[in-house]
């Protein structure tokens, strides 16, 4: 059974930090690139960035320079570690493994985590 659980969302003042955290099991993880993704009220989810299988980063423009994506493969659990976070980071944060080979893609998404940036 495929799980994915992230932890470590929170309210946070401006200017502030957080690490999330999401946990997988029942998939090979390290053949997964693992993505965070975000949606705020209102809006359609987002991407906020990406490490895949190699290790290899991407970030959406609004988080480069605050935000840092991090795997352990040991752990089979991707990390976000948010800096100088700001009102508009707010937002539901997912974690996401995918997968694409040549006739199937495997696709795979968390609970969801709060993340509240507030003074």
């Known amino acids: 059974q495929v799980q994915l659980v992230e932890l470590g969302g929170d309210l946070v003042q401006p200017g502030g930090s957080l690490r999330l955290s999401c946990a997988a099991s029942g998939f090979t993880f390290s053949n997964y690139a693992m993505s965070w993704y975000r949606q705020a009220p209102g809006k359609e989810r987002e991407l906020v960035a990406t490490?895949?299988?190699?290790?290899?980063?991407n970030y959406a423009d609004s988080v480069k320079g605050r935000f840092t994506i991090s795997r352990d493969n040991a752990k089979n659990t991707v990390y976000l570690q948010m800096n100088s976070l700001k009102f508009e980071d707010t937002a539901v944060y997912y974690c996401?493994?995918?997968?694409?080979?040549?006739?199937?893609?495997?696709?795979?998404w968390g609970q969801g985590t709060q993340v509240t940036v507030s003074s």
């Open positions: 996401n493994a995918l997968r694409e080979l040549a006739f199937r893609t495997y696709n795979y």
């Open positions: 490490i895949t299988s190699g290790g290899s980063t």
